[in-house]
């Protein structure tokens, strides 16, 4: 028989034990919140980058099944003429932005903290309110232009109906480019992810239909865009408004400016960046034809696909990150923040790049066609320049919190204008790999110059020891997957892909401290979590 005073012996050690547990957990809460803050930091990094990552895989998953539709349906020629349409829409949406979607952004956290003198009342409506204009605007310019100047592209008037019948996607995409940056700002992450992946799947669900039981044209796809994109930008205006009620009598035309002030620099940063990649394609199509730019174009959407897992959904997280951290506890914490971002960057994108490139014949035939396998030489070029790209964010962190987006824009200009003469001489003389070439060449030269002038105003400390051994890791992992060959192509791919992978995540265990930190640290995520 039990006692009762077994029963509170037992009943006390039981709160003793419940005590020391909850004073342990306490204990290791304010160590995270002392010198262990940074590790925190790039923890909550972690997870806002594995939301938009989990995102951009299951976008990328829907463009993968509507890739190898797009190109046996539409066909080389009217692949590339898809291509050329929706890059100059994207110059034409960049425009219409002003800029005001990087505003959005930096002003939130300021307006929240009281940092300035506007309240989040007026910074809704006046932000919505002035995207809607300059959105409208430009969506009316563009429709005006193309109707009355029948010869605006010469020897190409097949492709001038759709150029007009897009002309309202670039109204459409202006307001879903301010949504998704007033999420971004809140960081918002899992929200944006959700309604990245809507707004994929809701086109895709409507986009193959159309091609496949109406009419496979340019037309049919462009059409069933506008209405699935027009569909989930409803939805997202109606939760992101969710308790912020819009009162257009407080449209605040001094924020409008100081927004305007910051933002134009980064129209012209924005319209650089799609100038650079617009670029290519013409030069391709004027002097290779259309089907070379198809096999370009083809090459180089999968390689957008596959560094959009890492390289977007970091610059979605980092930014507000460090301009929150910048603002509650200054430039030293920043410094460390930005440092440890890019030692985790490194270690995810070299072997991204060496994987894609290991691979990109046998992902290209099976995606596209064996027609499209040509353009595989310029996998590996494109996408280190993407990873390269990606690191930008990071690198030109100074920049951005000192609003120098001046600076940002003449740098950028400067690469465009790089990458534009590199393809007018590469082209050719080498073909779409000379085009290549000139993205890596032109990429590379922007991180450089981001780097210089950013350092000028924060300390960017460059991981050149873990660059040197994920480097090796990555190019030891490259050599493994080339030396595979299996006549079944998706065999081959699969097994390419599971040995690299497993490989070079064997190597990174055994011989990186690093990486075991960070396990360490995910054991401990629900301490991360009270922090």
């Known amino acids: 028989m039990i006692s009762a005073d077994n029963v509170n012996h037992a009943t006390l050690r039981g709160v003793g034990a419940v005590r020391a547990e909850v004073a342990s957990r306490c204990i290791g809460r304010e160590k995270l919140r002392g010198e262990g803050n940074d590790q925190v930091q790039i923890f909550k990094l972690l997870r806002q980058v594995s939301d938009y990552s989990l995102g951009s895989l299951l976008v990328t998953l829907a463009g993968l099944v509507s890739f190898p539709i797009l190109t046996r349906v539409l066909g080389v020629d009217d692949y590339g003429n898809m291509s050329l349409v929706a890059v100059t829409l994207s110059f034409l949406v960049a425009f219409g932005k002003f800029g005001l979607q990087h505003s959005a952004i930096m002003f939130y956290s300021e307006t929240r903290a009281g940092n300035n003198p506007w309240t989040l009342q007026q910074y809704y409506p006046t932000l919505l309110g002035g995207m809607l204009m300059t959105g409208a605007l430009v969506t009316v310019a563009w429709l005006l232009l193309t109707v009355l100047t029948e010869r605006l592209f010469a020897g190409s008037a097949d492709i001038i109906d759709i150029f007009i019948l897009v002309a309202p996607l670039i109204l459409v995409r202006v307001l879903q480019s301010v949504m998704n940056s007033i999420l971004r700002a809140r960081e918002r992450s899992g929200t944006v992810a959700i309604y990245a992946v809507l707004w994929r799947y809701v086109n895709l669900g409507l986009v193959v239909p159309a091609l496949l039981l109406i009419e496979a044209s340019l037309r049919a796809f462009f059409i069933a865009t506008l209405i699935a994109e027009t569909l989930v930008l409803a939805m997202m205006a109606v939760s992101v408004l969710k308790g912020h009620p819009l009162d257009i009598r407080r449209f605040s035309t001094p924020m409008f400016r100081a927004m305007l002030l910051f933002g134009l620099p980064m129209l012209g940063y924005e319209l650089a960046g799609v ?246 640290l995910y054991r401990r995520r629900n301490d991360i979590d009270q922090v």
């Open 275 to 520: 100038l650079g990649s617009i670029g290519d394609r013409y030069v391709i199509k004027l002097m290779l034809g259309a089907e070379e730019l198809g096999k370009y174009s083809a090459a180089y959407n999968l390689c957008e696909y596959v560094s959009a897992i890492i390289v977007a959904s970091l610059a979605s997280a980092i930014l507000p990150m460090y301009l929150r951290i910048w603002s509650e506890k200054g430039k030293e914490k920043t410094e460390a923040f930005i440092a440890a971002s890019l030692r985790l960057y490194v270690f995810a994108a070299f072997p991204i790049a060496a994987g894609m490139a290991a691979v990109a014949e046998d992902f290209i035939a099976i995606m596209a066609s064996q027609v499209y396998r040509e353009g595989a030489v310029i996998v590996p070029w494109v996408i280190i320049g993407m990873m390269v790209d990606g690191a930008i964010i990071m690198l030109a962190a100074g920049l951005y919190i000192q609003k120098k987006s001046r600076v940002l824009m003449l740098s950028l200009a400067a690469s465009a204008s790089i990458n534009i003469a590199l393809n007018v001489v590469l082209v050719p003389l080498m073909g779409i790999e000379g085009a290549a070439i000139a993205t890596l060449a032109s990429f590379s030269f922007y991180a450089w110059m981001a780097w210089r002038f950013s350092s000028r105003h924060l300390v960017i400390q460059l991981p050149w020891r873990q660059c040197l051994r994920y480097g090796v890791f990555a190019l030891a992992m490259y050599w493994l997957v080339e030396s595979i060959e299996m006549d079944a192509v998706w065999l081959s791919l699969v097994t390419k892909v599971s040995v690299g992978a497993l490989f070079y995540l064997v190597l990174v265990w055994f011989l990186d401290p690093d990486s075991r930190n960070m396990v360490a």
